[in-house]
């Protein structure tokens, strides 16, 4: 099976600062990996797919990056609605979709 | 508008079983990769189960053997039977739609881009 780990679990920053969060697959994934963006007592909803794909919709400050065992997603500019917890996803192994344990992002 | 919406959860004793539903419109439930993905309390995303528009089945580990994906074409409805429920089951079970993107070149690509609201399930005695 396929390990996600996330780090750092949770971070805390402002409105306007760059923030990035690291995501790491126990095995090569190519490219397949995935990013939500979860609030609370909602659903998750998808920001970036095949690792770098911007869904459509989602604000051009979300950007993915990586391939094989690391990958990253950095905002920008951290807005007010960016405040939320952010898992990523491996589907190389779609009979065995792989969240990671999440990055919570509150308010400094 | 494509939509999921879950059914079917509630309060269930150890031991017993249940069943949600999880109705499509917009889209057809057998033409996609359909998934189960639950939450606990405080906790985050785990993967459940998933039944491939060819009608494979594939489960976690945590629920092998006892929980059963299926669907029914002509309701556009993807069920999740579970049964010889754990306290650790107790969770908000989300319904999502695998979407497929080709790569030219590539292999195709999956993620989740549609979600209903969830049911929430509770394992007590």
């Known amino acids: 099976d396929i390990e996600m780990t996330q780090s750092p679990s949770s971070l805390s920053a402002s409105v306007g600062d760059r923030v990035t969060i690291t995501c790491r697959a126990s095995q090569s994934i190519s490219t397949y990996l995935n990013w939500y963006q979860q609030k609370p007592g909602k659903a998750p909803k998808v920001l970036i797919y095949a690792a770098s794909t911007l869904q459509s919709g989602v604000p051009s400050r979300f950007t993915g990056s990586g391939s094989g065992t690391d990958f990253t997603l950095t905002i920008s500019s951290l807005q007010p609605e960016d405040f939320a917890t952010y898992y990523c996803q491996q589907s190389y192994i779609t009979s065995l979709f792989t969240f990671g344990p999440g990055t919570k992002v509150d308010i400094k | 508008e494509v939509q999921l919406v879950e059914s079917g959860g509630g309060l269930v004793h150890p031991g017993g079983s249940l069943r949600l539903s999880c109705a499509g419109s917009?889209?057809?439930?057998?033409?996609?990769?359909m998934n189960w993905v639950r939450q606990a309390p405080g906790k985050g995303l785990e993967w459940v189960s998933i039944?491939?528009?060819?009608?494979?089945?594939y489960y976690a580990d945590s629920v092998k053997g006892r929980f059963t994906i299926s669907r029914d074409n002509s309701k556009n409805t993807v069920y999740l039977q579970m049964n010889n429920v754990r306290d650790e089951d107790t969770a908000v079970y989300y319904c999502?739609?695998?979407?497929?993107?080709?790569?030219?070149?590539?292999?195709?690509?999956?993620?989740?881009?549609?979600w209903g609201k969830g049911t929430t399930v509770t394992v007590s005695s």
């Open positions: 039944i491939y528009s060819g009608g494979r089945t």
């Open positions: 999502a739609r695998a979407r497929e993107w080709e790569l030219p070149g590539a292999y195709y690509y999956y993620y989740m881009d549609v």
């Open positions: 917009g889209l057809t439930v057998s033409g996609n990769y």
